[in-house]
């Protein structure tokens, strides 16, 4: 039996570094309650005291998409004046607003001369399949590899305990599908433009992707949970169609614990994948996951949807975290990954949590 760990990708607020701010101009009517928390804010609160959000993040979001608008074109002139407005929407002594001060003044001393965008450009053309492959620095000119050692040998550290649990060969196959989720948040992140981590693997327990979430919506971070289960949905998919097409029993158990793998993670609790995407759920939205979820235990005969199904009800009736603006993209994305790792389950060989 494989041991199933818990995948998660976190969000940081730590590297100021190419953080992707994003705001225009602050809203005329105060913001009176925290929209992470409903904490009551201090009359022209910056941050909030209880869970340190940004108060204006959504200005901020706008404002980095219209400046870094303004850099692709060439007018860093204009570009510089626009992120030093969001200034007024930060708190002084934040990262943020350091970071800001900084690549203002590198704006300056560019002189008004356009500078290239190589790195993000071909992957935005490309989608999320040209984003895997610029993986650069976006402080630079031209896109720089850069992978990390501690990703390169957490992951071989993680190829070895699995080999020696259940075989060189399935060992393998399992740590590559886990790699896979987690380059689903890595690309999912770098394709908006935000920057990220390469995948770290905690041998026994998981994998994380570190990136900087500061300023960025509720339903950018919950779309950015999700992208993990969906490139694992595609992996196992990808093991299905091998064992159909060979017979070969080894596809048909990495396929089967890719996916439960991936539905696990999607119970709505805690630092789960699931977890962080029902923050952009509305109560109503977070008793719909509770139904479809019981609905997909019962159709397809997997009592693993149920966990699903116990998570969404707790955040439905008992969670005090509702979103100010839920989001419902998010959970018809969030049922969709569930409905297919459910189908790719039933269809695979073998029992409940077992493997034939």
Known sequence: MVRLPALRQVSECVDPKAFSLAVSTPNQDPIRNCKRCSRELAPGALACDQCHALVHSEDLEQLSSDAKALEARGD????????????????????????????????????????????????????????AATMGDRSGTQATPRFKLTSILSFLAFVVIYSAASGVKFGIGFAVLILIHEMGHFVDIKRRGLPADMPVFLPGLGAYVRWNALGVSLETRSAVSLAGPLAGFLAALACAVLWWQTGDPFWGALARVGAILNLLNLIPVWVLDGGQAALALSKAERIALLIASVALGLALKQNMFFLVALGAGYRAFFAK?????????????????????????????GQGLGLN
């Open 321 to 349: 975290d509702l979103p100010s603006h839920p989001s419902r993209t998010i959970t018809v994305y969030f049922i969709a990954v569930l409905t297919a790792l459910g189908v790719i389950i039933r269809l695979m060989p």
């Open 76 to 131: 860093l002139r204009q570009a510089r004046e626009k992120w030093l407005t969001g200034l007024a929407l930060l708190p002084p002594a934040s990262k943020q607003a350091e970071w800001i001060r900084q690549h203002a003044q590198a704006l300056d001393s560019a002189g008004g001369v356009r500078q290239p965008q190589a790195d993000n450009q071909w992957a935005q053309a490309m989608g999320p399949a040209g984003s």
